[in-house]
């Protein structure tokens, strides 16, 4: 009650100052303490928003670019793997009756009726020369003297 009796004992134009003065310092004090940190946190955070948009724009177009020569550096292998097949086939005198890559990057070869020594050849070339590796091998004695059907599954060590 103390306060209130020195309020009132104070003329009207001193509690009408009095009053104002409050009202400004609380004004105040709402600004200073809610209104500029809020602002401040508001602006902090579109910064934050843009660097990550930045830096998400830029990982974006890495994994792309990634993609890409992934994807080029697959086909290539694969190109260079079925290039190096043909070529030691004809070397040998082999005819290949499939040739079929597959998403593993490994190549699968069908050989029928050939000669066992000529397939022998093919795939001492093919491990020892060309540094290629047999994942397996399916051979079986096919009609005629020597000859064999052959399935053989082959990778790059690469």
């Known amino acids: 009650m103390m306060l209130q009796d020195w309020f009132n ?3 009207r134009r001193e509690q009408i100052y009095l009053l104002s003065m409050t009202l400004a310092v609380g004004a105040w004090l709402v600004v200073q303490v809610i209104l500029l940190p809020a602002s401040a946190a508001r602006q902090q955070m579109a910064l934050n928003n843009e660097v990550a948009s930045q830096v998400l ?3 974006d177009a890495k994994a792309t670019r990634l993609m890409a020569l992934r994807s080029a550096t697959e086909s290539s292998d694969r190109s260079s793997l079925t ?8 070397l040998e005198g082999l005819v290949v009756r499939r040739l079929q890559p597959n998403s593993r990057g490994e190549v699968q070869v069908r050989f029928e009726a050939v000669t066992y020594d000529a397939l022998a050849k093919w795939l001492y070339r093919l491990e020892v020369t060309e540094g290629l590796l047999v994942i397996d091998a399916s051979i079986v004695r096919s009609s005629g003297l020597g000859g ?11």
Do not use: C, E, K, P
């Not at 290039?83 to 004809?90: K, Q, V």
């Not at 059907?149 to 990778?155: C, F, G, L, Q, S």
């Open 9 to 11: 004992g104070r003329s």
């Open 57 to 59: 724009s830029r990982v």
């Open 83 to 90: 290039a190096a097949i043909s070529r030691i086939s004809n």
């Open 148 to 158: 064999v059907n052959a399935t053989i599954r082959v990778a790059d060590l690469g």
